[in-house]
Structures are given as structure tokens and as C-alpha cells.
Nanobody
């Protein structure tokens, strides 16, 4: 079974950058689509970005498109989220999760979080204005 641990969060000023990492333990990491989601206080969890097992396909939420980049290194069992030009509205707990390789990625709000599992504990990102 795959277990996921996020890291790299912190406090940053608006316009700054952070890189989040999600390290996976266990076998078969390469088989999964990997996603990043976030949840701000009092709000529902929302999709941020997703990447297929090969890295050949990536999908982003409109709110982060052009600012965030998702990538993965299957040799290191790690998926990354590079976040540039951060805004105060990006403040949230960021989670990574895995999904089957045939997960539909193109819903109106991205892939459904219900299709993802093995959620990590999350990492806090706070962007000050």
C-alpha cells in the first residue's frame, strides 16, 4: 500500500515561490496518477493539479494555471508542486493523493477527489500580503 508524506510548506510573501514535495513509500508508485489538492479554512477541498503516471499529461485548476507546475520523479517515488507568483488566496493546507491510472481528469473542476486515496497529512502554505 502506498503512503504519502507532503513537505515543503511554509510562510512566504505574495509573489514568492515554494516547492512542495510528496514522497511515496511502498511499491507501485509508478502505476498511479498523482494529484495535489488544497483546503482553506472553512472551505471545501479543491483540486489544484494532477499528473499521469508517465508525466505525459498534466491538468491544472484555472486558478493556478501558469503559476504552478506539477512534476514527478518515479525513480525517487516523489511528486512535486512548484508554486510561483503566490497570492494570499493560495493560503491552504496542501494534500497529495493517488488515483488509478484510468481516472478521468477533465471534469468541470478537474478530477473528482473521491477518485483519489492514500491522502497525506498535508502541508500548510501561508501567503502574506
Amino acid at each position: 500500500q502506498v503512503q504519502l508524506v507532503e513537505s515543503g510548506g511554509g510562510l512566504v510573501q505574495a509573489g514568492g515561490s515554494l516547492r512542495l514535495s510528496c514522497a511515496a513509500s511502498g511499491r507501485s508508485f509508478n502505476d498511479y496518477t498523482m494529484g495535489w489538492f488544497r483546503q482553506a479554512p472553512g472551505q471545501e477541498r479543491e483540486f489544484v493539479a494532477v499528473i499521469t503516471w508517465s508525466g505525459g499529461t498534466t491538468v491544472y485548476a484555472d486558478s493556478v494555471k501558469g503559476r504552478f507546475t506539477i512534476s514527478r520523479d518515479n525513480a525517487k517515488n516523489t511528486v512535486y508542486l512548484q508554486m510561483n507568483s503566490l497570492k494570499p488566496e493560495d493560503t491552504a493546507v496542501y494534500y497529495c493523493a493517488k488515483a488509478p491510472p484510468d481516472t478521468w481528469l477533465y471534469g468541470p473542476h478537474g478530477p473528482q477527489s473521491a477518485n483519489f486515496g492514500s491522502w497525506g497529512q498535508g502541508t500548510q502554505v501561508t501567503v502574506s500580503s
